[in-house]
């Protein structure tokens, strides 16, 4: 059976330069915090992490790449901001927690295993990319392993309010989940969504 595609290029996103990412970190700005609800949804819906293999896509300052390493699981956090990469080493790193240089939009990151990964985590990062269901399907077809899961964090926006820059609307995130297996939570204007393959 053929897997459900969402038709291509129906869902842009809205791409900031890294620059841009390297002023926040130098401001010290901290969006969306990690709740303990929040762990609790992403530890209820995945097993076996110690030693897993996790890429935190646009990880930032790290934040979550520390959480997922204290979860178990063997990290790389992957971005392009140079100075938010700097940040995250200056908390610590080793061989399981190690901070990658790259543009998401440039195909899987040199140094990630193919087929390779346990868990990919986008945690508000997928609106900044300028193909997001595309960038999906390739972690899917390339990056995840056949039990692989991606974890994504998406903020909503608000009915008949303008979109923000890095906020989806209810039916951006429907065509985003489609031909997934999907969990989803959504609070304080946050979607929580744990995506698996679905099998033919
Ligand atoms: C809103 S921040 C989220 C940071 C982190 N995921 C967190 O939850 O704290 C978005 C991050 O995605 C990174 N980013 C956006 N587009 C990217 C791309 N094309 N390649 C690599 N990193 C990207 C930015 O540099 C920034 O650090």
């Not at 399981?96 to 985590?121: C, F, I, K, N, Q």
């Amino acid at each position: 059976m053929q897997r459900e595609e969402p038709s291509a290029s129906t869902l842009q996103g809205r791409p900031i330069k890294p620059a841009v990412w390297d002023a926040w970190a130098r401001e010290g700005r901290r969006p969306f915090d990690i709740g303990v609800e929040e762990m609790r949804f992403l530890v209820h819906h995945t097993s076996d992490r110690y030693g897993q293999i996790a890429v935190d896509a646009g990880c930032g300052i790290g934040r979550f790449s520390r959480r997922l390493r204290r979860l178990g699981y063997h990290v790389t956090g992957v971005d392009y901001s140079v100075l938010s990469l700097q940040l995250a080493r200056a908390e610590g790193y080793g061989p399981h927690l190690r901070y990658l240089h790259a543009d998401l939009e440039d195909g899987v990151p040199s140094g990630l295993p193919l087929h390779g990964v346990d868990l990919v985590v986008a945690r508000t990062v997928v609106p900044f990319l300028t193909k997001p269901v595309e960038w999906l399907q390739q972690v899917r077809d390339l990056w995840l392993t056949p039990a692989g899961q991606v974890y994504l964090v998406v903020p909503i926006g608000r009915e008949q309010q303008p979109l923000q820059t890095g906020q989806m609307t209810r039916a951006d995130l429907e065509t985003l989940c489609s031909g997934w297996q999907v969990e989803r939570r959504d609070t304080g204007g946050l979607a929580q969504i744990i995506l698996r393959p679905r099998t033919p």
